[in-house]
């Protein structure tokens, strides 16, 4: 009996964590072609992308901010691209599943930064959290992924 229902137990974690989420896409594709060709970010700006690859936890939207402020739901496959003032530190924070992780960057203006947002099994659900990745590991990686619409975010940081 207890087989039986570790088994169905798994299989619904299984199937919560590989299913697709979906959330609103950039469907304008020049602008799409110009955030993908990394170009420098206006005067006194830092740019910054926010990416999720990967298969592990597709069904999970997850919120994600700059400063406090919502950006969207992030959903597998897909990216954000916010520029924010240069010179200064920035904290990103993503939803996970007791409560937020934050990575802080100190940014120089004229500079793109790139963050991987990664989906980390957890006691309930995946959890979530952020790293800074080289730009020549993020860049083919981006080119692959859909620009998300920046969006409403489901709580607060």
Not at 20 to 27: L, M, N, V, Y
């Amino acid at each position: 009996m207890q087989g039986k229902y570790l088994l169905t137990l798994l299989t619904i974690a299984f199937v919560t964590l590989s299913g697709c989420a979906s959330i609103p896409k950039e469907t304008n594709h020049d602008k799409v072609a110009h955030i993908k060709g990394f170009p420098p970010p206006e005067k006194g700006k830092a740019g910054v992308y926010i990416f999720r690859d990967g298969i592990f936890g597709s069904a999970l939207k997850k919120d994600l901010w700059i400063d406090g402020k919502c950006i969207g739901e992030s959903a597998s496959n897909t990216f954000f691209y916010i520029q924010v003032q240069g010179n200064r530190e920035h904290t990103i924070t993503t939803e996970s599943e007791f409560s937020p992780n934050s990575l802080t960057i100190k940014t120089d203006a004229g500079k793109n930064y790139f963050i991987r947002q990664y989906i980390k099994m957890g006691v309930f659900v995946g959890g979530a959290d952020l790293e800074l990745v080289a730009p020549n590991e993020a860049k083919p990686i981006i080119q692959k992924l859909d620009l998300a619409k920046p969006g409403i975010c489901s709580s607060t940081p």
